[in-house]
């Protein structure tokens, strides 16, 4: 599946130890005993890539005999072991994905406002045969202040996205996903917009058949002001984001089973 390939490869290239190169960037940090290699984002200071240094962010013992769903608790565990650097609490990811690779998992989660999905936000890391988390890569924001609630209905959210299109009812669109994200925008002076939005997918009919090369547009309707935030062409259809039913683990739920 395309989507899948796609979530794959982005959470290859943050996870692997062997596409990112050290360099002066690199800041070396000890961490309750434990030495990291840390990336950071220049903008949000929040860690791009946390790596062990001659030790593993974490062990996975009986790892072979764990559950899917079990696997997919060891996102909440490594940010709460290290929630300090990530500076986000256990509660605020949302599963992504969760799949297997030959004898390897890889495990990316979304970063959450109040339950909603950032846009573009991401913590994922592979898990080797052997249980072991070597490294992790992550998009996240910090202190993040949005909306909590909607102020434009989502009727009147979607007509504005549809009147973006031209020919909208010629082309016969179709609403293929929606969501409501939080959309970040970086702004000069170490600022960051946090709007609330409606996020439409539209695509033509043409475009639904399966040989088909015809995009479509995503539309980010601002929930407080009917603003449209961003329009963007899709090359695909594949979707915004909607995640699987899936909450973090309570707190007492977190102690590792292994």
């Given amino acids: 599946m395309p989507i899948l390939q796609t979530l794959l490869f982005s959470l290859f ?21 434990q030495k990291l290699s840390i990336l950071r984002d220049p903008f949000t200071k929040a860690p791009l890539i946390i790596r062990g240094i001659e030790s593993n962010l974490l062990e996975i013992k009986n790892f072979s005999k764990l559950s899917r769903e079990e696997i997919t608790y060891t996102g909440p565990i490594v ?15 949302k599963l992504k994905g969760a799949e297997k690779i030959s004898d390897t998992w890889y495990v990316s989660y979304w970063q959450t406002f109040q339950g909603v999905i950032l846009y573009e936000s991401s913590l994922g890391f592979s898990i080797d045969s052997h249980g072991r988390i070597k490294s992790l890569g992550a998009i996240l924001y910090p202190k993040v202040q949005a909306p909590v609630t909607s102020k434009i209905s989502h009727e009147k959210a979607l007509k504005i996205g549809q009147k973006q299109i031209k020919d909208y009812k010629k082309l016969r669109c179709r609403l293929l996903a929606e969501s409501i994200l939080v959309y970040p925008v970086i702004k ?18 043409e475009a639904l058949h399966p040989a088909s090369v015809v995009g479509g547009w995503a539309v980010f309707v601002d929930s407080q ?21 899936w909450v973090p683990p309570k707190p007492e739920e977190m102690q590792p089973k292994w």
């Fill in 13 to 33: 290239l943050l996870s692997s130890p062997v596409l990112v190169s050290e360099g002066a960037d690199y800041e070396t940090v000890d961490y309750k005993g």
């Fill in 188 to 205: 000069k002076k170490e600022l960051i917009d946090y709007y609330r939005v409606y996020a439409f997918n539209f695509f033509p009919q």
């Fill in 225 to 245: 002001t009917g603003n449209v935030v961003l329009f963007e062409t899709l090359f695909k259809p594949m979707g915004c984001c909607v995640p699987e039913d």
């Fill in 79 to 93: 940010v709460n072991k290290y929630k300090s650097l990530l500076l986000i609490e256990p509660d605020q990811l």
